[in-house]
């Protein structure tokens, strides 16, 4: 279960669905449908004062809806089909320095270890900040910052990519502005970032995972040709 908004518990089913139930009445407030093949639905957050909801699936699927009419706006599965574990929401963030993002920010933390940022409000999602832990290649980084991909296509229904699990992001948390994130991951590390310092300033401090907690410049900072910020 979890918070949807409106005092309203939110938890998603075997089926594909998520449902919420009002606890005050114990009635179904709203369900919303997603198709089983795409992967359970591991992960969820809302926004907008709980008019909608984003969750993300166990085959890196992404699918946005209105919960006032159970109307599905959006959905794509984000470019390295990983686990997608925590979703986090920064609703009016300004753009990370260097970057092209604009607009509201949905976070999405993956099995693989890395955090994406994309930008909702656009008719075609757009992939605008990677948060990359030392160790992992920035291939995987670029990967991850590349176009989603069509949910409805035949990459889309394609089996998640491997993934050891041994860096996910088990929880994610940011500020409504966008400039402090939180990661906590399995590899018992807790990172803090914060995108709008100019690249390679001190934009992550990492505390645990057999790290000092002293802050340092990210190695990998660094602006795609897409205009995507990678810390």
Same mark, same amino acid.
């Given at each position: 279960?979890?918070?949807?908004?409106?005092?309203?518990?939110?938890?998603?089913?075997?089926?594909?669905?998520?449902?919420?139930?009002?606890?005050?009445?114990?009635?179904?407030?709203?369900?919303?449908?997603?198709?089983?093949?795409?992967?359970?639905?591991?992960? #969820?957050?809302?926004?907008?004062?709980?008019? #909608?909801?984003?969750?993300?699936?166990?085959?890196?699927?992404?699918?946005? #809806?209105?919960?006032?009419?159970? &109307?599905?706006?959006?959905?794509?599965?984000?470019?390295?089909?990983?686990?997608?574990?925590?979703?986090?929401?920064?609703?009016?963030?300004?753009?990370?320095?260097?970057?092209?993002?604009?607009?509201?920010?949905?976070?999405?933390?993956?099995?693989?270890?890395?955090?994406?940022? #994309?930008? &909702?409000?656009?008719?075609?999602?757009? +992939?605008?900040?990677?948060?990359?832990?030392?160790?992992?290649?920035?291939?995987?980084?670029?990967?991850?910052?590349?176009?989603?991909?069509?949910? %409805? %296509?035949?990459?889309?229904?394609?089996?998640?990519?491997?993934?050891?699990?041994?860096?996910?992001?088990?929880?994610?948390?940011?500020?409504?502005?966008?400039?402090?994130?939180?990661?906590?991951?399995?590899?018992?590390?807790?990172?803090?970032?914060? +995108?709008?310092? +100019?690249?390679?300033?001190?934009?992550?401090?990492?505390?645990?995972?057999?790290?000092?907690?002293?802050?340092? +410049?990210?190695?990998?900072?660094?602006?795609?040709?897409?205009?995507?910020?990678?810390?």
């Amino acid at each position: 279960g979890g918070g949807g908004g409106g005092g309203l518990v939110v938890y998603s089913c075997e089926d594909g669905s998520v449902r919420a139930v009002d606890p005050r009445t114990g009635g179904e407030a709203w369900v919303l449908r997603h198709e089983q093949r795409l992967g359970l639905l591991q992960s #969820w957050v809302a926004g907008g004062g709980g008019a #909608w909801l984003a969750a993300g699936s166990s085959t890196g699927h992404v699918a946005l #809806w209105d919960v006032r009419y159970s &109307l599905r706006l959006s959905s794509w599965r984000e470019p390295a089909r990983g686990r997608i574990l925590s979703m986090a929401y920064a609703s009016q963030p300004a753009a990370p320095a260097g970057s092209a993002a604009a607009g509201p920010l949905l976070l999405l933390g993956g099995a693989s270890g890395l955090t994406s940022g #994309w930008v &909702l409000g656009e008719a075609i999602p757009r +992939p605008a900040l990677v948060l990359q832990p030392a160790g992992i290649p920035d291939a995987a980084a670029d990967a991850a910052a590349a176009p989603p991909l069509d949910a %409805s %296509s035949a990459d889309a229904a394609g089996p998640p990519a491997p993934t050891d699990g041994s860096r996910g992001v088990r929880a994610l948390l940011s500020s409504c502005d966008g400039s402090s994130m939180l990661t906590a991951s399995t590899d018992m590390a807790v990172r803090c970032w914060r +995108p709008r310092l +100019p690249a390679g300033g001190h934009n992550c401090i990492t505390l645990g995972g057999g790290a000092d907690g002293a802050a340092q +410049p990210s190695a990998s900072a660094r602006v795609l040709p897409s205009g995507a910020l990678v810390l």
